[in-house]
């Protein structure tokens, strides 16, 4: 049987070394963009194929996505968890870190996106899974968070334009949205925290390859986890 394949960017981080594990638990073909050689070395060998790229870069990013789509003939699932996190109020948030938030968040999916999503249509199905935030979903969880609810609602929109240029395909566009993640980082963060409230990387991963299977409803577009 023709292994799936399947694109997981931020494959170092937390959620991103998580999906990627899942995936190749089940036999797929993964690739793991990672940003630098030493986030390379934390993915499990022989497991999943490391990419090393800055997805700031485009080109690189375009180039790579159809090396791909042409090596293996298809690009079936790809999940883009590369992003990040700043805090700010109105006061604290000038231009520059908007731009800032923007890259993080929307470019570094975006300059992926754009030639998944193209070679996905030619396919007439795929999965393409964008992680969003409560910040980005409702302006209620934005405050203090400006940059990133902002950078972060951009990809529901993009999400929605998508879901309409693929109308009439199998092509499933969704946003994951997951609240605090149990995260060395957040936990190093609100020391207080009850963590057993959070969602572990594993618990999204599984939600996430669960919405790739058959039973799964592809009207639902906006996951919470
Ligand atoms: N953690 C949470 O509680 C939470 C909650 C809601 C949503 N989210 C979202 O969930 C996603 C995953 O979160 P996480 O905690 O797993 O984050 P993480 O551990 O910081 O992982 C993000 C990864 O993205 C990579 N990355 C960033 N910019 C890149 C670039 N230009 N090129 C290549 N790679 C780049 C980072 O690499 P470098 O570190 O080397 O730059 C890092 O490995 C993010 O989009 C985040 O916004 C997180």
């Known amino acids: 049987m023709v292994k799936q394949t399947v694109l997981v960017t931020g494959a170092s981080g ?23 050689k030493q986030a390379n070395n934390s993915l499990p060998a022989n497991k999943v194929i490391p990419v090393e790229l800055d997805l700031l870069d485009e080109t690189a990013c375009i180039t790579w996505v159809q090396h791909i789509a042409n090596n293996n003939g298809s690009i079936d699932v790809a999940v883009l968890t590369a992003g990040g996190f700043a805090m700010g109020y109105i ?37 393409l899974f964008f992680i969003g935030s409560k910040a ?17 609602s951009l ?41 057993a409230a959070w969602t572990t990387p594993e618990a999204i991963a599984r939600v996430i390859f669960e919405q790739t299977m058959p039973n799964a409803t592809p009207e639902e577009w906006v996951v919470m986890v």
Not at 14 to 36: Q, W
Not at 100 to 116: D, G, K, V, W
Not at 136 to 152: E, I, N, P
Not at 160 to 174: D, F, H, P, S, Y
């Open 14 to 36: 937390n959620l991103g070394k998580a999906v990627a594990e899942a995936f190749a638990r089940h036999s797929y073909s993964v690739y793991g963009f990672v940003h630098n």
């Open 155 to 195: 990809l529901f929109r993009l999400a929605e334009i998508m879901r309409a240029e693929a109308k009439g395909t199998q092509l499933v566009v969704k946003v994951i949205v997951p609240s605090i993640i149990d995260t060395p980082q957040n936990r190093a963060a609100m020391p207080q925290a009850d963590f």
């Open 136 to 152: 980005g979903l409702d302006t209620r969880h934005a405050l203090g968070v400006t940059a990133y609810g902002l950078s972060k």
């Open 91 to 127: 006061a604290d948030t000038n231009s520059k870190a908007i731009q800032q938030q923007i890259q993080l968040n929307f470019e570094t999916a975006y300059h992926m996106a754009r030639p998944i999503f193209l070679q996905m249509l030619q396919q007439k199905k795929g999965y």
